[in-house]
């Protein structure tokens, strides 16, 4: 991994793995507190003809610690900042844009995904610009219930494929989201694949392996 924060684009971002004429995109976005290096024993796995990009989000929490948005946890759940998580969904739009044209590769070879906020901020700009990629990965995350009226039309829609994993034991976002995201990307029409693990909330290492496989199975 290149030891270099790139800062010339809409968001700072590293390149876990870069090929000089690659197939293949990939675009991991970290968690809530976290940072673009903690996806690295994900892209350290990506197959050989994908260059992998680790996006740092541009809200800072303190030392090496960002955010996509703010959120705070209550009795009726998780309540992001809206305001703040439209302004990350634009400006990741047009972050997987820039890597697209520096990369000479199509959104049709282009996957967007992330980890908890991560995949969050992921799902937000697949179904909105489902024009940008081929598909998008939920990890240990939830696809937002505000997100309905930006949706884009069930016609692009269909076009895109998504990928949601998810702990059966997670205490910080329970496994409902997944099932409500299941139910959802069907009702609207996109193919996908759901699978439970056990554990609490990370990326076991199943679910890495189930999340690329899927990958390699739809970029490209």
């Known amino acids: 991994m290149s030891a270099e924060l790139m800062t010339g ?9 870069s090929r000089d004429v690659p197939r293949r995109l990939l675009i991991l976005c970290h968690g809530v507190g976290g940072n673009e290096t903690n ?56 972050f997987v844009a820039e890597m697209q044209f520096d990369s000479d590769v199509a959104p049709g070879a282009t996957v967007l995904a992330g980890f908890s906020q991560g995949g969050i901020i992921s799902a937000s700009v697949a179904l909105t610009r489902p024009d940008l990629v081929a598909g998008f990965g939920v990890l240990a995350g939830r696809i937002l219930p505000e997100l309905e009226s930006q949706l884009a039309g069930r016609d692009t829609l269909g076009r895109i494929r998504a990928f949601i994993g998810h702990g059966r034991d ?4 329970p496994v409902d989201w997944a099932h ?26 199943a679910m890495q392996n189930d999340f690329l496989a899927w990958f390699e199975s739809i970029a490209g």
């Open 9 to 17: 684009r809409s968001l700072p971002y590293r390149i876990a793995a």
């Open 39 to 94: 996806l690295r024993p994900l892209a350290a796995m990506a197959p050989a003809d994908t260059t992998v990009v680790l996006v740092r989000a541009p809200l800072t929490l303190g030392t090496d610690q960002f955010a996509w948005f703010p959120v705070t946890f209550g009795p009726l759940g998780p309540r992001p900042d809206l305001d703040a998580a439209e302004a990350s969904r634009q400006r990741l739009v047009q």
């Open 170 to 173: 997670d205490s910080k976002l």
């Open 180 to 205: 409500r995201a299941d139910a959802w990307l069907s009702a609207l029409g996109v193919p996908h694949e759901t699978r439970l693990y056990p554990g609490d909330h990370g990326i076991p290492q």
